[in-house]
Each structure stands twice: as C-alpha cells, then as structure tokens.
C-alpha cells in the first residue's frame, strides 16, 4: 500500500513546509532544473504531490495516489492521474521523461517503480530521481529522527550507491548527477557528482 496517510492528514503542513524553507526549496527545484531535458520535452512527475515542483518546472502530467495532494495539484494546472509509481496509468513510450522528487522513500517496490518508468519513456528518454541520500549528515538525521516526524515514519531512505545500482538493474544507463544543500557552502550551490549534498539528482537514460 502506497504511504499516503500522513499526506491525506497533513497536505498544508505539506505545502507550509516548502513557504518556511525557500531556499532549501529553490536549491532542490534548481539541481532538478540542471537536469531536465529542454522545455518542449513530454515529462511526468511520479508522486506529483501538491505540484510544488511540476509546476515551476513546467510539467503538465503527473501521477498521485493522494487525493488530498491531487487536489491541491490540479487546482496549479496539472493533469493528475491516481495511481502509483508501480504501475502507471500509461501506455509504453510515451514520455520523453519521467521525474520523481522525494517519492522513492514513499514507494513500496523501488526497482518495480523504476521498472514502470522504463516502461513509459521513449528510447533515449531519461528518468529523473531526486533524493535525500542517507548517507549524508542531514539524511542520517532524518533517519534518526523518523519517528517524529508527520511525513517520514514510514519512509524508507536510499543511499547515491543504492539508486544507481538499482537503476541499472532495470536497464537505464548513461547518468549524469548533481547535488545540492552541502555543508559548509551556500543553500543555492550546486556541484557535480554526489558525496558532499544532503540532496541529490540522479539523471539516468534509457
């Protein structure tokens, strides 16, 4: 069963958390943006939420099992289909990309999920996955502190490691990663490569 009971409970406290960390916020959506294909590319976010970030990025399609958050996400424009991330609502090849944002942790079958997004992008299409890496300083703080929390009690967090061995076993390839929120430097940098960033993205071709 897909985790969606804190986001049906909880969707402002969702949406408040996004307006009392701007920055945070624009780093995570400006390392995602770095990756994106161009603009006239077919995208759909997995796991879309309230649209916080297919609609800055421009991505009108998007999959959502919360129906709290698929409200809040159709009411920014998106066309939200219910579902989950392991078995899309979609036809074979039919996005030049498909991007996931904090949804990993959420999911009941990572490699399933990264199976369905394989199946639905055209050859040469790309998946998009960012992610808190647990092996960060702030990732091993929001494991230990999970319990807390109204969002991650459930969640389960992946290491860098992790996804791309992952994403390799379901047959994508060529990868290009940038991360983001870094000890020590500015909330707005963004490098190359993973290790340093409590947040990452993973861009991976079919």
Known sequence: MPKIEPFEKYSDAYDEWFDKNPNV?????????????SPKANGVEIGVGSGKFAVPLGIEIGVEPSEKMAIKAKKQGVRVFFGVAEDLPF???????VLMVTTICFVDDVIKS??????????????????LDKESELGRQYAENRGKSKFYKEATFFSTQEVLKYLKEVGFGAVKIKQTLIPGESQETILDDFGKGAFVVIRSTK
């Open 25 to 37: 916020y624009e780093a995570e959506l400006e390392a995602i943006r770095q990756l994106i294909p």
């Open 114 to 131: 990264f199976r369905e997004a394989f199946r639905v992008l055209k050859p040469g299409g790309c998946i998009i996955v960012g992610f």
């Open 91 to 97: 036809s074979d090849g039919e996005f030049d990309f």
